[in-house]
Each structure stands twice: as C-alpha cells, then as structure tokens.
C-alpha cells in the first residue's frame, strides 16, 4: 500500500503545486488516514517542501484500528503532552523553505490557524479547500474490497437478528445487539449510531432507538452500517413483525421499494447526482408522498459515511465509475410509521455489469 498513498500524496502535491502553495498541511482526520495510512489521534499530515511528515502528539498504538502509519512516511512525535501538530507543522514547513502552506480552513479552528500564523508570520496561509475530500470520490479496487466485506458483514449481523425472538424488545436492546454482532463478525466497530424504528417511530430517519417495545403488527426499520479497516458501508431494511402485512403497509411498502429501484438503476457514469435523486423521488411524489421525502435520496460512503457527492435536486456533478454511494428513499407518516429500505452500491458503466450491490439481505417485505 506504500506506493498507492505515495502516489495519492503526489497527486495532492500537484494540486497544491499548482495553486501556488509550496507545502500543504492536512489536518482533518479521514484525510489524513487517506494520505497517510493512518490517523492517530490528533495526527496532521506535513506535505513539505523537502519531505512529508506524520506529526503526532503520542506515538501510534499498533493495536488500535485507525490503521498503521505508511512506513515510507517520516513519523514525528511531538514532545511534551498538549503540543499542537498543526502549530508544529507551521513551524516544521518554514524549516523546509516554505513560503506558502495550504491549509483545510474548513477544519481548522480559529485559533488553531491564528497559532499557525504566530509562530510562522512569514508564511503565507491558503486554503487548500476540499481538495483531499475531491481525490477521495473515487475509490480504488482495494478500498471497495473493504466496503464490500464491511457490507458482508452487516448483512451477516443483520441476517442473524432476524432469525431471533423480536416481539417484546426493546428499540435500543436490538441497536446494541446488531452492534455487538457487527464486532464479533470482525467489524473495526459500527459506521454509525444503530438505528431501530418500531412501530409509529418506523421510517424515521436518523432514528434513536428508544425503549419502546417491539409489538405484533409493528413495521420495524433497521439501519445499520459496519466499518472495516476504517471504510463505512450502510444498510437499511424495513419488516412487519408477527403477522401478515396490513393492506397500507403492502402498498407503503411496495412504494418505497420502486422508488428505491429506480434510483438504483439510474447509477451509471455520467448520470447527474439530482438525476438520480429525481428518478427515486419522482416515484414517490407521484403518489402523493411530497411533504414526507427526507431532503436527499444518497450519498457516498467511504473512510466517512457520509461523503460526496450528494444525490439530493439541487446537487450539481456527475457520477464517476467507482464511487460507493447509498440510495435510501423512504416515506415516514406521523404517529403511523414508514418505510425505509437503503443500499450501498458501487456505480460501474453498463459493460461491467451495471451498478455492483454490496449491501444484499433480501428485500422482500418479510413477516418475521
């Protein structure tokens, strides 16, 4: 993996270079997990003049699952507990001869970037932008790798669950199980807070599980996600518990299921991220469904789970080949319930077989 963070960091360096900055300073964590490997806790990443440098407040735990530092990269630990790698990096850039240093003005604090300043007056500051986060649109073959067995592996947990007794447990006691499942199937941890929806609380999203009791009847809705050597997938999945579906929860169901469809068909390279959010919602606003749609119908997913691009009306871009993103309409109605059924999917042109689903539990509206 050394050569591929080598070869990510040049093409920083190339966008910096070109924007006038002689150095850039990477601050905000997942980017530098990018770039480096690995993001210990309070790590900056130093793109210098003369050498790139991991700068640490504590050395790095090889035990811990924010991933291991690439080994042709200079690790500096700072000296002194409460030093500030970003203050430090300032400091380290005009060592180096460097004029300018980009920096992620979108991470940085105030005071953080006044401290830069301070202990470096003669360097100039730019903003280096969203540059990291565009590189980290699309995703090489082994990032995929580890969102499909991230997916593998929630759909194994959430498999599991539904082969067990629900009537009677609580909302938050099935969230932590799903999460304690997701850890024994070899999970870093989840991607997200577990969201368990029953009953009137079903195809909310964003939902925090409560201590409401699962009842027969209920919808209940899952949305789970697993993280694997730091890659984020998610799922999502809605149920009729105990006994056959009522009419409206067949025809709710059935609903969100086209709209789902449909946004998952329109992935392909070149589609407009709106056009894809406008085949989902388009079906749902058909039957009437306009003022209970969530403001999105996706977003892609990686090192973070929630990353460009946005497939939301108003997003502009298209979609690459080899961006992982969710699609995830639903209809929520108040004191009633809803549906929410959400995938993660891979965008790949049409002579590769299409879109590749990751995320593959059954999405037949199942009484359990």
């Not at 990018?34 to 991991?54: F, M, S």
């Not at 920096?103 to 005071?111: G, I, P, R, S």
Request: overall charge negative; aromatic content about 2%.
């Amino acid at each position: 993996m050394s050569e591929v963070y080598a070869a990510r960091r040049t093409r920083l360096r190339e966008r910096c270079n070109a924007g006038g900055s002689a150095a850039a300073l990477v601050s905000r964590p997942a980017n530098v997990r990018y770039l480096a490997g690995a993001a210990p806790r309070g790590a900056v990443l130093l793109l210098g003049a003369t050498e790139d440098l991991l700068l640490c407040g504590e050395p790095p735990d090889d035990r811990a699952t924010d991933g291991r530092p690439d080994e042709t990269l200079r690790l500096r630990v700072l000296p002194g507990a409460g030093a500030d790698t970003a203050v430090a990096a300032g400091g380290l850039a005009v060592t180096q001869g460097a004029d300018s240093l980009a920096v992620e003005e979108h991470h940085l604090t105030v005071a953080r970037h006044r401290a830069i300043g301070s202990v470096a007056p003669r360097l100039r500051l730019a903003d280096l932008g969203q540059a990291v986060e565009q590189l980290r649109v699309v995703k090489d073959e082994e990032e995929i790798s580890c969102l499909r067995i991230g997916a593998e592996i929630a759909d194994q947990a959430l498999g599991e669950l539904l082969e067990s007794i629900l009537v009677g447990r609580t909302e938050r006691h099935l969230a932590l199980e799903l999460e304690r499942r997701l850890v024994d199937h070899g999970a870093d941890g989840p991607a997200f807070p577990t969201s368990v929806g029953t009953g009137p609380n079903s195809g909310r999203p964003g939902h925090r599980p409560t201590d409401r009791r699962v009842e027969e009847g209920d919808f209940l809705s899952v949305c789970l996600g697993a993280t694997y050597r730091g890659y984020r997938c998610e799922i999502g999945r809605t149920f009729v518990i105990g006994t056959s579906p009522a009419d409206w929860q067949i025809e709710l169901y059935d609903l969100v299921f086209a709209a789902q469809r449909a946004g998952r068909e329109a992935l392909v390279p070149g589609a407009a991220h709106r056009d894809v959010d406008r085949a989902a919602r388009q079906v749902l606003d058909s039957a009437g469904y306009t003022e209970n749609l969530p403001v999105r119908t996706g977003h892609g997913v990686g090192l973070e789970i929630d990353e460009d691009p946005q497939l939301t009306p108003a997003a502009m871009g298209k979609l690459d080949a080899c961006v992982p993103v969710t699609v995830e309409p639903g209809v929520h109605l108040p004191g009633r319930g809803g549906v929410r059924i959400d995938d993660t999917l891979v965008v790949r042109p049409e002579a590769d077989g299409g879109p590749e689903l990751l995320t593959i539990t059954t999405k037949e509206l199942l009484a359990l």
